[in-house]
């Protein structure tokens, strides 16, 4: 059985997105250590949250919440960092709960954040992705984002041999309303 499988999906009706609070960051570092070559720190998630970004909690939404299960509306599912600019949403974190992957959680959460960019008269969508991460390259991807450059260097690779790895720049145009 895939690890995926022994998490039941079925009630979930949306995803709550709550405003990240310090309170939340033992949980999503939790994620964070286990999900990244290079970790964002704690004081990268207090910076971002001192600054004003946008971040957000995943959690589900349940019919009937079950305790101390992935169905308890206070376990942690995924998150989100944000950085709003004049003309561009820039997509700074996304991650989901590695138990939780392959589910259609960050497909849903992309369309909830474009959702936002569109609510907010925000015309683009911005992120960087590792070429390595060939998953989350192929979501977004599929999702409609296009390669518009490279940051070289731009990841930490390897902490010992300071090796850096380059970013794909990717966006997508959000249609607006008139």
């Not at 286990?34 to 909690?57: M, Q, R």
Request: charged share 20%; net charge negative.
């Amino acid at each position: 059985m895939a690890i995926n499988e022994s998490v039941p999906t079925e009630g979930i009706s949306e995803l709550s997105f709550l405003p990240m609070q310090s309170a939340d960051l033992d949980a999503v570092l939790a994620i964070e250590s286990v999900s990244h070559i290079h970790p964002w720190t704690k004081g990268n998630f207090e910076d971002s949250l001192a600054a004003g970004h946008w971040a957000y909690c995943i959690r589900p939404q349940v019919e009937q919440s079950i305790k101390g299960s992935f169905l308890d509306p206070a376990v942690l599912w995924a998150y989100c960092i944000l950085f709003p600019a004049v003309d561009e949403l820039h997509l700074l974190n996304i991650t989901v709960s590695p138990k939780l992957r392959k589910l259609g959680l960050a497909t849903r959460m992309m369309g909830a954040i474009e959702g936002v960019a569109a609510q907010q008269n925000i015309p683009r969508i911005l992120l960087e992705v590792r070429p390595s991460n060939t998953g989350a390259f192929t979501l977004y991807q599929g999702l409609g984002y296009e390669q518009i450059g490279i940051r070289k260097n731009y990841y930490p690779a390897d902490g010992q041999s300071g090796a850096r790895e380059d970013a794909l720049v990717m966006a997508k145009s959000i249609k607006l309303s008139v």
